[in-house]
């Protein structure tokens, strides 16, 4: 057994971070979180048509958000976002003073994705 501080391993759990351009608002993440602590909210829009073409639909993103104060961390909105959206960031989410502060809005969720580890190369030794 050593002593001294240990160091986290680099992959571990932190907060998850929002990587706004691939989200769709499938609402995947929202059905299938167990703690329902997602919260995303947004609206459709009309996309134009080019010549040849049918008109299309695109949903947007109004809201985002993560109540960490009932989140238990277990990563399924991760796992199943089809579109890379959502990551585990190393940051760690504080403690907060009232509950609305653990309500992590996507400004904080996008600011996240700073903390965001590159991936590892397939084949490459594991460290930590």
């Known amino acids: 057994m050593s002593t001294g501080t240990s160091v986290p391993p680099s992959r571990r759990h932190g907060t998850i971070a929002l990587l706004e351009e ?6 995947l ?3 299938q979180c167990p703690d329902w602590c997602v919260i ?3 609206h459709s829009e009309d996309v134009l048509a080019s010549a040849g073409s049918r008109a ?4 947007v993103v109004d809201r985002f958000a993560i109540d960490f104060g009932l989140c ?16 585990w960031a190393e940051s760690v ?7 609305e502060s653990l309500v992590a809005e996507r400004e904080a969720l ?3 994705m ?11 030794p594991r460290t930590g």
């Open 40 to 42: 995303l909210e947004a």
């Open 22 to 27: 691939n989200c769709t608002a499938c609402m």
């Open 56 to 59: 299309r639909t695109r949903h």
């Open 93 to 99: 989410t504080g403690p907060g003073s009232r509950m």
């Open 29 to 31: 993440c929202v059905r």
């Open 110 to 112: 996008r600011a996240a």
């Open 114 to 124: 700073s903390q965001v580890p590159v991936p590892e190369p397939v084949g490459a």
């Open 72 to 87: 238990m961390y277990c990563g399924i909105c991760i796992e199943v976002c089809p579109f890379d959206a959502l990551f």
